[in-house]
């Protein structure tokens, strides 16, 4: 297995090809990264931004390249003794449109599809009409609406003689068994042109037969089915045969489609197409339905990407093909899996996953598996997307990795928060917006209105499935529908985690704690009489039910479905709601954060180092993703507030009656809200520009926060929302900032913002120093997400994807190499690149350097332990120390924090003796080796020796630059 030594993200598109991302191989290797870590780049949507719509898993993205610019990619990376880790989408596909080959074909044959079984589609839901259908909620309007402008087109295709309906861009597949509906329509006109005993009329009114006398598709008999599928694409043939062989039988049909199409305002016009739609294999709609309704599982609320059933072998072998492929010839050295926590069982698909690497790859993988509990781990490198609670552990007996570090970017975040200050920041936070929140009682709200609003047709049919359950047993027959949804939701609403991982005959003690956890909860805040129902639910979730063993299969097939549902339900209410409503301080609202976690305390960030090195040490650890709310230098900045409150209040203040003629009054209340305007506030704070604003780049910036605003304020859903927009208030959040950002000139807010946002930002730039070099030192494997080798203040999607300039980059880093090389010393080239840190120099030399140390010691990051060190002292509190030790070698990483309240020197650095006198830094033992050098300065660092310990001065660490690298002159 071979483990990547860094990992930098590329986001690839129609923008960023694979001629492009051959373009930078060079740099990258220049720069110390091993693998490049690809986003989906198998063919998706049109258009696609990300690539996690896919429509063919076996086939690369057309607008990112083909067969020839990939292999020329993968060469580049192999001449630089490189690899490349995918990102790999299993548990959706992208539908509607006319791109997903298997969709329409499910959408024309129904259940009789021979791809019906790879997606999670529910034929036989409650709802009657919808019995052997999919709902597809993608019209604009009502369906009689719709269908009456006209905007639902029958149209004909003659190469192919087959019928569509177009709505747009989408195209739904006319059921085979259905054409005489058309094809009959009015025929007699046809008889007129040609004699009853003509060969062309007989072979037309044959085929009408023909396709009257195909297989049902409501029956799945195998050989039905076999048989529906060839003898429609027999029939298809002959009747495009026919239209093409004669003229007359091909404008009939035209025409017989123009007839169906119907007349604007005339709706009797629409009767004969309406009457076709009613006997197809979906049901369009109004997309509001969709809440209520839809019954396929979805990628949360998404419509247009559908839930797989990763589950069924033959889904998972058509899906993998290429990918596994790739991996057989050596072009893929590792996967992340995207969004696991949507499949039916992650474990059994991580074990398959891996089987099938074994086979193609051989037994011999095995050999370099160093996890501590082999029989458990991967033999090749596979990382998952997955949201761990600060309170759950990733399963140790997941064949896996580790995952893409989310975890980690929020202890990583938290350690530069003053823990002090939380309940001044409450305060003032409340005082500004005039009430407090509950976050946990928020959460729960949230959850609610996203199981009542958007996710509530899943809830239907589990409430369905339970009551199923319950009525084939005595003690439990009273239990109505009703109470059972009620008490469903409750339990959802009060989950404490993404999901929970029961399978067949498998209960961990932690999934039991959370079950349990929840159940309790609700049964605190359920106003039913009678909450036995609750301990019911529990008993059905942990498989404690003393039901026949008849049902098992039933109970097995809900808890799987429950644990599908409560992931959606979580990602929607807390990342897409809550994380835009609870503003008090937005660098601790993120993905994989919690904010009720005010700061992380050195002993905690030790311990999840330590434990990531014994039980995952080839995770990976990041700070900034294509998922992030807010980019890693941001969140750095805006972490600063926590140790200025005070000031921050002041600020507050005077920037509220400074703009307050800018706020608009609807209907009493104020537009924008005051927590609308103090998320404003601190958007700005942390995305203003450090190198200077010109009038132009001031109306790019207001673009970019007007777009950043509109979109928060509609996550949150308070006030606007994006299936309830209130245009009267956005566009007075617009106006707010139109006007607050309006000009440089005579603007009284941005007089006072600048000089307080250059002190935040300074400071904000040594944090971003000292997490970068955490990120590449602590135990995992480093990730770079594009661009943020410099200076990126970047909000989420899609403010985070735009192009990178690696041509700026490449030759930024040439500098740095020629810099490094000339006859000063290093030290004072590290001090004028620390003095002049706006520049992004700095960022980039500290990455460069570092990911250089770890290419020429691998395995000192790679198997190397992980020992905290201690620091004594006066400013003990503001250094983060560790050791990483492995065989004879040791390197010691070594930052600070709290720069606000640490001081610093005559040049505003934070580095000399009268800073740091009087705190040391206690080293391990070092078996009589006395003197370090330090990787970033190249200055020696000498060991210290008091009654019988060794400490090295905090002042000698840092006299030339804000962090320091110390590496052993010799072998111990």
Not at 605 to 616: L, P
Request: contains cysteine.
């Amino acid at each position: 297995m071979k483990i990547p030594r860094a990992t930098y993200r590329l986001q690839f598109n129609g923008q960023f090809t694979f001629t492009d991302a051959e373009a930078v191989v060079p740099y990258l290797h220049k720069l110390g990264v091993s693998h490049c870590y690809a986003s989906p780049y198998l063919k998706a949507r049109s258009g696609s931004p990300h690539g996690y719509d896919i429509v063919d898993h076996n086939a690369l993205n057309p607008e990112i390249g083909d067969e020839e610019t990939f292999s020329s990619w993968i060469s580049a990376l192999r001449h630089h003794g490189m690899g490349q880790i995918l990102d790999i989408v299993p548990n959706h596909m992208g539908v509607g449109g006319n791109d997903n080959v298997w969709w329409l074909d499910v959408l024309e044959h129904g259940p009789a599809s021979e791809y019906a079984g790879y997606f999670d589609i529910d034929w036989r839901p409650i709802k009657e009409e919808l019995r052997g259908k999919v709902l597809l909620p993608l019209l604009g309007d009502h369906y009689g609406k719709v269908l009456e402008k006209g905007e639902l087109a029958l149209a004909f295709d003659l190469e192919r003689g087959e019928f569509s309906l177009y709505f747009y861009h989408h195209r739904f597949p006319i059921d085979p068994n259905t054409y005489p509906d058309i094809l009959g329509y009015q025929v007699e006109r046809l008889a007129d042109h040609f004699s009853e005993e003509e060969v062309s009329f007989l072979e037309y009114q044959s085929l009408i037969t023909a396709f009257q006398h195909l297989p049902s598709r409501h029956d799945t008999n195998a050989e039905k089915r076999v048989e529906r599928l060839r003898d429609c694409a027999i029939y298809k043939r002959r009747l495009a045969e026919s239209c093409r062989k004669y003229p007359a039988i091909g404008a009939f049909v035209l025409d017989t489609v123009a007839a169906f199409n119907g007349v604007a305002e005339q709706p009797e016009s629409f009767d004969r197409l309406h009457h076709l739609l009613e006997r197809q294999a979906y049901r369009l709609a109004y997309w509001r339905v969709a809440a209520d309704e839809i019954n396929y599982r979805r990628f949360f609320d998404i419509n247009d990407l559908a839930g797989l059933r990763m589950e069924n072998q033959a889904v998972f072998e058509t899906t993998h093909r290429f990918i596994l492929e790739l991996v057989k010839k050596g072009e893929v050295d590792g996967l992340r899996i995207d969004h696991p926590d949507g499949l039916y069982d992650p474990l059994r698909y991580y074990q398959h996953l891996n089987q099938k690497i074994t086979e193609i790859k051989g037994e011999d993988e095995d050999k370099e598996n160093n996890f501590p509990h082999k029989t458990s781990k991967p033999n090749y490198y596979l990382v998952i997307e997955k949201i761990l609670a600060s309170y759950e552990y990733l399963p140790e007996n997941w064949p896996v990795c580790g995952t893409s570090g989310y975890e980690f970017s929020s202890f990583n975040n938290g350690l530069f928060i003053y823990p002090s200050s939380q309940k001044e920041f409450e305060q003032l936070y409340s005082r500004f917006i005039g009430h407090s929140w509950d976050f946990d009682q928020l959460l729960y709200e949230r959850k609610k209105i996203i199981i009542r609003v958007q996710l509530s047709s899943e809830l239907t049919v589990l409430a369905n499935r339970l009551n199923s359950i319950a009525q084939k047993d005595r003690h439990t027959r009273d239990f109505t529908l009703n109470g059972l949804r009620e008490a469903l939701t409750e339990v959802v609403a009060c989950f404490p985690v993404y999901r929970t991982y029961v399978a067949r005959n498998q209960v961990s003690e932690e999934d039991k704690r959370f079950v349990q956890w929840a159940v309790a909860q609700a049964k605190k805040r359920s106003p039913a009489a009678d909450i036995s129902i609750l301990d019911f639910i529990q008993a059905i979730l942990l498989l404690e039910t003393s039901l026949r063993s008849e049902l098992s299969e039933e109970i097995i097939s809900f808890v799987m479905r429950f644990q599908q549902y409560t992931g959606p339900v979580m990602a929607k209410a807390l990342e897409d709601t809550a994380l835009y409503i609870y503003n008090y301080l937005v660098s601790l609202n993120d993905v994989g954060s919690d904010p009720r976690n005010f700061g992380v305390s050195l002993s905690s960030f030790h311990r999840a180092n330590q434990e990531r090195a014994q039980r995952w040490p080839y995770g990976m650890v990041t700070s900034s993703t294509h998922d992030s709310k807010r980019s890693e230098d941001v969140r750095a900045r805006l972490n600063v507030l926590s140790e200025i409150p005070g000031e921050w209040r002041k600020r507050l203040s005077r920037w509220t009656r400074i703009n307050r003629s800018k706020v608009r009054r609807l209907n009493g209340f104020r537009a924008p809200s005051r927590n609308d305007e103090y998320l404003f506030y601190q958007t700005v704070l942390g995305t203003w520009p450090l190198l200077g604003m010109s009038e132009e780049g001031l109306v790019d910036f207001q673009g970019r926060i007007e777009a950043y605003m509109l979109k928060a304020i509609k996550e949150a859903k308070v006030h606007t929302s994006w299936i309830n927009p209130d245009v009267e208030y956005e566009t007075a959040v617009v106006h707010f900032v139109r006007n607050v950002l309006g000009n440089l000139e005579k603007n009284p807010f941005l007089l006072d913002f600048i000089p307080f946002q250059k002190r935040v930002a300074g400071f904000g730039l040594l944090n971003g120093l000292s997490q970068l070099l955490l990120k590449l030192t602590v135990p995992g494997v480093p990730d770079i997400y594009q661009g943020n080798e410099l200076w990126e203040f970047q909000l989420v999607d899609p403010d985070n994807r735009h192009p990178v300039d690696f041509v700026l980059r490449q030759r930024m880093l040439q500098h740095l190499m020629l810099l490094t090389h000339s006859k000063q010393p290093l030290k004072s080239h590290t001090y004028e690149l620390l003095r002049t840190k706006e520049d992004s120099l700095v960022k980039l030399y500290l990455t460069w350097k570092t990911l250089s140390f770890r290419a020429k010691f691998p395995l000192l990051f790679e198997k190397g332990d992980y020992t905290s060190l201690s620091v004594q002292g006066t400013k003990a509190e503001h250094l983060c120390a560790f050791a990483r030790r492995h065989q004879d070698k040791i390197v010691l990483s070594i930052t600070p924090r709290w720069f606000a309240l640490l001081g610093s020197n005559g040049d505003g650095l934070p580095l000399g003796e009268s800073l740091w006198k009087g705190t040391w830094v206690e080293i391990p033992e070092v078996n009589g080796h006395k003197k370090f050098t330090n990787v970033l300065t190249d200055e020696i660092v000498t060991i210290v020796q008091d009654k019988g310990k060794n400490y090295i001065p905090a002042n000698k660490l840092f006299e030339s630059f804000s962090v320091a690298l110390l590496f052993s002159l010799r072998s111990f």
